[in-house]
């Protein structure tokens, strides 16, 4: 298994700032996902952030609005930038561990945006 | 990409089995249907994955016909604090596409 670490858990944060999640993992891990998840909806996957390598974007987000970092492997970020409050939802960070299950992701638990 | 199919919500009572069918019918070759379960403010949890035929953990059941094109969690005897968000995901055999479907929202009532 692998343990996550997500940091902040919650911030309330001004129109037009920038924050940046930290994502810490307990074990190396090559696959490294983060997603979002606004209210009463299910997740969606943002980017896949692999160490030595860019981090690969689904459609509709872009690195200029959330630029993510991936030093090593067991350590990502993830900024926001330029917030709305479109941006308010739960950030997800969640790695491929080394399991037998080819599917099986870990989560942390999160990090809560409110963007006013 | 397959794309999955679930129900939007379910109710059950406690002590009941609990079947939750996820259609994937243009799953590949390759393809691993994994299933996760979430509760309100965590994460999802990884509950089972298969490939063909039937699986079964200390959790849960995993039904898959020999098309593979549809596949049914089973859940024996639920509680009140099975209540979640049940998601079914279709996953590369590479372990890449790990894209949440909306995910069948299931309520356990006394």
């Known amino acids: 298994s692998a343990v996550i670490s997500q940091k902040p858990s919650r911030d309330i944060c001004q129109r037009g700032t920038s924050l940046t999640i930290q994502c810490q993992v307990d074990?190396?891990?090559?696959?490294m996902f983060w997603y979002r998840q606004q209210p009463g909806q299910s997740l969606t996957l943002i980017a896949t952030a692999n160490q030595g390598s860019e981090a690969t974007y689904e459609s509709g987000f872009v690195i200029d609005k959330f630029p993510i970092s991936r030093p090593n492997l067991t350590f990502s970020t993830l900024t926001v930038s330029n917030m709305s409050p479109e941006d308010s939802s739960i950030y997800l960070c969640s790695v491929k561990g080394l399991t037998a299950n080819t599917g099986e992701l870990f989560f942390g638990e999160g990090s809560r945006l409110t963007v006013l | 990409l397959a794309k999955t199919t679930q129900p939007i919500s379910m109710d059950s009572y406690e002590g009941q089995e609990v079947n939750i069918t996820c259609s994937h019918n243009n799953i590949a070759t390759n393809d691993y249907i994994t299933w996760y379960q979430q509760f309100p403010s965590q994460g999802p949890r990884f509950i089972i994955q298969?490939?063909?035929t039937k699986v079964t953990n200390e959790v849960a059941s995993l039904f898959i016909p020999a098309d593979r094109k549809s596949s049914t969690l089973s859940l024996p005897r639920v509680s009140l604090s099975d209540t979640a968000v049940y998601y079914c995901?279709?996953?590369?055999?590479?372990?890449?596409?790990?894209?949440f479907g909306p995910g069948t929202r299931l309520s356990v009532l006394p």
């Open positions: 074990s190396q891990v090559t696959m």
């Open positions: 298969g490939y063909k």
């Open positions: 995901l279709v996953v590369g055999g590479y372990g890449q596409n790990f894209v």
